[in-house]
């Protein structure tokens, strides 16, 4: 059981299957679990962002027929899983040609240039009623809000994460916008991931660790609306009817 209040080790890389996961702690578990609420057995789902392949190969395993879709073959590890090669942000549905009962596009939007697009692009290939299951980093967490205050930039989008390509922060409240403006229907929004409220490996000067911790603290304490999580995970519905 991990520690909700204290934290004072560093993260260990997950792997799934011998998949490494590039997510937070437990994402990947966290949205299996989602998707076993929500999609159906056998239900055709496609895996956008797919990386190495790990929720691909894990969400197979709970018994959905997955087809994956990612830039980069080369990193592909699962190879009895279908793989689509494709930039996602020279669009999906031209390129997908099918449509999917479910779609899974984890810690994904953060990357593309256009996250509207991204949302309407993923509605044009899900079949009506059929799910979205979506996450982000949580730029309006306890700890994001502290370090907002402290650098004037978010959780998950300094300098260094540019390096693997963190470009586009999104609120839930900008994502709820957008999605409903495309169509889809938002189920549920959820924390995920794992965010103690101290965090004490330090690595920043201690001064300025104790500050932080210090902030975090008061803003989980006083904070509204969607505070809690690493991540958000959105569920979001097609309508029945729509096409």
Known sequence: MRNRLINTEPKKIE???GIQIHADTGVHEQAAELADKYFRTGDHVL??????????????????AVTALDVDPQKWIPKQIPFLTLDIDKGIARSVGNSYDSVCCLEVIEHVENPWNLLREVYSVTKP?????????????????????????FHQFNDDDLAYGHISPISA????????????????????GYL??????AIRPLLWTFVYNVLCALGFLISKGYKDGWCLFYVLRKPEGDR
């Open 15 to 17: 792997y799934y299957d």
């Open 47 to 64: 895996d956008v962002g797919a990386g190495a392949g790990a929720l691909s190969q894990r969400l197979t395993d709970h018994g959905y």
């Open 129 to 153: 009623g059929g799910y979205l299951l979506l996450s982000s980093p949580n730029i309006t967490s306890f700890c994001s809000r502290a370090l907002f205050f402290l650098t004037g930039k």
């Open 173 to 192: 409240f900008e994502l709820q916008h957008a999605a409903a403006s495309v169509g889809w229907e938002v189920v549920e929004i959820k924390g995920g």
């Open 196 to 201: 103690p409220v101290f965090n004490l490996v």
